[in-house]
Structures are given as C-alpha cells and as structure tokens.
C-alpha cells in the first residue's frame, strides 16, 4: 500500500526521468537526483525553461548545487497552516521532506481527537515537520536530534507556524543516549515517532546501522510509553526495506498492548500522473 501526499500548494512534482525529479519550491525550480526514477524521459529534464538550481553528483560522492537564476538563502513554503524555512544544503537537501505530509495529517488527525494532553516524543526529528505538526495539533513535543544547525532550523519552522513557545523543548543530543537518561528519569510520553538514519557515527565514534541497531531501539523506546500511549510512528528511507519489516518490528516490541498496525510506503503525485515512491512508515495506534 502507498499513502501520497496531497494538499500542498506550494510544491509539486513537474517531471521526472533518467534519475532526476523536477520540482516546484514555492516560486523556485529545482532539478534533484532521486534513487527510485530509474526511468527514461524522451525529452531532457534540464531543458526545462526557469530552473533556478540543479544538484550534480560528483563521481567521487556527493555533490553540489550548480545555479541557473536566482535563489535567496532561505525560502518558506506552508501547507495547512505550517510553514517552512528552507535552504539549498548539502547532499541535494533542502530542509524539508513534503510526501511527510502523509504523516503529519495522520499524527494531527490523532492527538486531536483526544481530549486530554499528550506527551510526543520525536527523535531524530531533523528540522522539525512532524515536531510543528504535532504542536499545531496541541500536543506538547520534545525535539531531540544530534545536529545542532538542524534543531536551530526547527525552532524557526516553529516560530513561523505560529506555535506557543511552550509546546516545544528542544534537545540537541544523542537519541539513544537521551531515550537511556529519560528512562532512568522515568519520563514517560503518549507518543514517539522516529526517523533513523541508515546509518551513523556518534561523537564518541558510536556506529549506528539500522538493520542492526533499530530493533533493540524501538524496544528501549517502547519502554517510555505512558500507561494510555496514543501511537507510535516509524519512519525509514533506507533502500530497500520493506514497510512490512517496520511493522514487524513494532508488533514484536509492542506485544501484548492491543491497538493496531499498519504498514505503508509514502509517496508523492506527479505532474505526469505517476506516483513517486518516497520511504515507508509503520504506524501502531490505539484508537
């Protein structure tokens, strides 16, 4: 099953083909590599008229942004009341990841329909989309990723979107090492959502590798949920995992809680009326 993206105004998809996507950032237009287009286009995307910025690959890893027209430093772009300042960075990002939207909705769509406070827990909650989702829905959020440059960004997406300056605390640290203090803490939150790196070093030269890592992760986690948790969310962009997988992995590590599960990769539409695989998430909800 794939979940798409809908209701953005302020991105599309134009075209894709020959590994590349072409899309719309608010008024700019950028020509991004993208793993999963392994498919022709007839006519060269990079002939497209009023391309602002093209990221090449370098054949020795990585790569840099080449500019065509104008591009500001910082951009915003909103959806539904959120907004987002973004910027051309390094390895062809640019702060924000919009088939994510997919889950902002659904996470929204939960905490609102409780009639109490609930406690989220985001951890490796890059520039903060799902965090300012959760706080514009009235859940209380802590925000915890190892990059500080990125926790300073989400704290800006907050402000713009309009978010009470107490909803969110902001954390700059470890995620395993944070998860292992709250839990001798004893803090508990009615929900958690992740996003993991495929792969990663901490500060003390620390491996992390999902495949090994994120079953005895998830399983510390688990151990932070309240007595009435509300759901927990997992989110992967490692090639070639399977939505089921994450699914397993929470169905193993929530055993004997009841709620349900799903599975799903998300995704976004196309001006050529395709839909583009983006990463997959597994959702374990009470209600």
């Known amino acids: 099953m794939i979940r798409v ?3 953005w105004n302020d991105y599309r998809i134009i075209a894709t083909g020959d590994g590349m996507k072409l899309e719309r950032w608010g008024k700019l237009v950028l020509l991004r590599p ?6 022709h286009e007839k006519s060269r995307l990079s002939s497209y008229s009023g391309i602002n910025a093209v990221y090449k690959r370098s054949s020795s890893g990585g790569g840099m942004w080449q500019y065509k027209g104008d591009v500001p430093d910082n951009f915003v772009i909103g959806r539904k009341g959120l907004k987002f300042s973004l910027k051309l960075m390094g390895f062809k990002h640019t702060g924000l990841f919009p088939e994510q939207a997919v889950n902002w909705d659904a996470m929204q769509s939960l905490i609102e329909g409780e009639k109490r406070e ?8 890059y520039t903060g989309g799902a965090t300012v989702a959760c706080a ?13 440059a990125m926790v300073e960004r989400a704290k800006e997406n907050a402000k ?16 395993a090492k944070f998860v292992a203090r709250e839990k001798r803490r004893g803090n508990v939150y009615d929900a958690i959502i992740m996003d993991p790196p495929s792969y990663g070093r901490g500060v003390n030269g620390e491996v992390w590798k999902l ?3 994120l079953f005895d992760f998830v ?8 007595d009435k948790p509300l759901f927990v969310l997992i989110n992967s962009y490692t090639t070639g995992l399977q939505p089921t ?5 929470l169905k193993l590590c929530l055993e004997g809680r009841g709620g349900s599960f799903e599975s799903y990769e998300v995704g976004l539409p196309t001006d050529e009326n395709i839909i583009l695989p983006c990463g997959c998430s597994g959702l374990w909800r009470t209600k």
């Open 136 to 148: 514009k829905a009235g859940a209380f959020v802590t925000h915890v990723d190892a990059a500080k």
């Open 34 to 39: 993208d793993p999963q287009i392994i498919w």
């Open 160 to 175: 713009l979107s309009a978010i009470p300056s107490d909803r969110i605390r902001y954390i700059v640290d470890d995620c």
């Open 5 to 7: 993206a809908e209701g």
């Open 118 to 125: 609930i406690k989220v827990l985001n951890l490796f909650a």
């Open 211 to 213: 495949e090994d890592n």
């Open 219 to 226: 399983k510390e986690c688990v151990g932070l949920l309240s």
């Open 245 to 249: 997988v994450i699914e397993n992995i």
